[in-house]
């Protein structure tokens, strides 16, 4: 093993950490963010894996759930997410999977399939349901559809089960570019339900796939109606969300906006 091999078992993390921004044996990565007990050691490894098979290794088998949760983001095949949620039972894993399954007939198969645990095909049979709000909403590109029919088909679906009921089952797939957008658009009509669009496309800022959060920052961004920015100025208080949401914050440019953001920068003096 060279020297770098064995900078990234050093006892300081820091020499760890910096071991690993220069790292390319991928094995030696899966090997850190299973293991690392210092959570910038192992997402820095988990952001330098590449491979569903390799990032899938990480989900099943890292000693913490935030490495495991942060990979799932990265998992293109559905097939290999539905192998997830069949081998482990950890019900935060389950729904991050769950999350990124698009796919029909994957959730399909899970409901029907004796060999996944009870809570899971629970959970895809809940899945197939709320995809089909999404795929009702925000047909497929292809199709052009006028975004007056769009919004038609929203207040449509929302009349008939309900606001909240609908913008909470598009908000489990927050994942989705596609159902962001759809939140996107219900935010845009305020009340409750856009208020709760709004922190769903907030949660959404966060995520490590750059589609999803740069999805979530335009929707976010075209906003105006006050209430719903005020929304966003209490987002300023999560940390894990408050710059993301400053940048936000400055796209949008109303006069309480930019109150909001002065406010913030002088309580960080």
């Given at each position: 093993?060279?020297?770098?091999?064995?900078?990234?078992?050093?006892?300081?993390?820091?020499?760890?950490?910096?071991?690993?921004?220069?790292?390319?044996?991928?094995?030696?990565?899966?090997?850190?963010?299973?293991?690392?007990?210092?959570?910038?050691?192992?997402?820095?490894?988990?952001?330098?894996?590449?491979?569903?098979?390799?990032?899938?290794?990480?989900?099943?088998?890292?000693?913490?759930?935030?490495?495991?949760?942060?990979?799932?983001?990265?998992?293109?095949?559905?097939?290999?997410?539905?192998?997830?949620?069949?081998?482990?039972?950890?019900?935060?894993?389950?729904?991050?999977?769950?999350?990124?399954?698009?796919?029909?007939d994957v959730l399909e198969s899970i409901a029907e399939d004796p060999g996944y645990n009870p809570a899971a095909r629970k959970m895809a049979v809940e899945q197939f349901a709320d995809e089909s709000y999404l795929a009702d909403l925000q047909?497929?590109?292809?199709?052009?559809?006028?975004?007056?029919?769009?919004?038609?088909?929203?207040?449509?679906?929302?009349?008939?089960?309900?606001?909240?009921?609908?913008?909470?089952?598009?908000?489990?797939?927050?994942?989705?570019?596609?159902?962001?957008?759809?939140?996107?658009?219900?935010?845009?009509?305020?009340?409750?339900?856009?208020?709760?669009?709004?922190?769903?496309?907030?949660?959404?800022?966060?995520?490590?796939?750059?589609?999803?959060?740069?999805?979530?920052?335009?929707?976010?961004?075209?906003?105006?109606?006050?209430?719903?920015?005020?929304?966003?100025?209490?987002?300023?208080?999560?940390?894990?969300?408050?710059?993301?949401?400053?940048?936000?914050?400055?796209?949008?440019?109303?006069?309480?906006?930019?109150?909001?953001?002065?406010?913030?920068?002088?309580?960080?003096?």
């Amino acid at each position: 093993m060279g020297l770098l091999g064995r900078r990234h078992k050093n006892s300081d993390p820091q020499v760890r950490l910096k071991a690993v921004q220069n790292l390319d044996d991928q094995e030696e990565l899966v090997d850190v963010a299973c293991t690392d007990d210092v959570a910038d050691v192992r997402m820095a490894a988990a952001s330098r894996v590449s491979g569903d098979e390799r990032l899938a290794r990480i989900a099943m088998d890292a000693g913490e759930l935030d490495v495991r949760l942060a990979v799932v983001d990265r998992i293109e095949s559905q097939q290999t997410l539905a192998g997830i949620i069949k081998a482990r039972k950890n019900f935060e894993l389950m729904g991050a999977c769950f999350s990124r399954i698009t796919d029909r007939d994957v959730l399909e198969s899970i409901a029907e399939d004796p060999g996944y645990n009870p809570a899971a095909r629970k959970m895809a049979v809940e899945q197939f349901a709320d995809e089909s709000y999404l795929a009702d909403l925000q047909p497929d590109d292809s199709r052009e559809e006028p975004d007056h029919d769009r919004e038609a088909a929203i207040v449509s679906y929302m009349d008939t089960y309900g606001d909240l009921r609908v913008v909470r089952a598009i908000g489990r797939f927050r994942r989705s570019e596609k159902a962001l957008k759809t939140l996107g658009g219900i935010a845009r009509k305020g009340g409750d339900a856009g208020g709760l669009a709004v922190e769903y496309l907030c949660r959404a800022l966060v995520s490590s796939n750059p589609g999803v959060s740069g999805t979530a920052e335009n929707e976010l961004a075209s906003l105006s109606d006050p209430e719903l920015v005020s929304h966003l100025i209490r987002s300023l208080d999560d940390p894990k969300m408050s710059e993301p949401v400053r940048k936000v914050l400055q796209r949008i440019g109303t006069g309480e906006a930019l109150e909001a953001l002065s406010r913030d920068e002088g309580s960080d003096e």
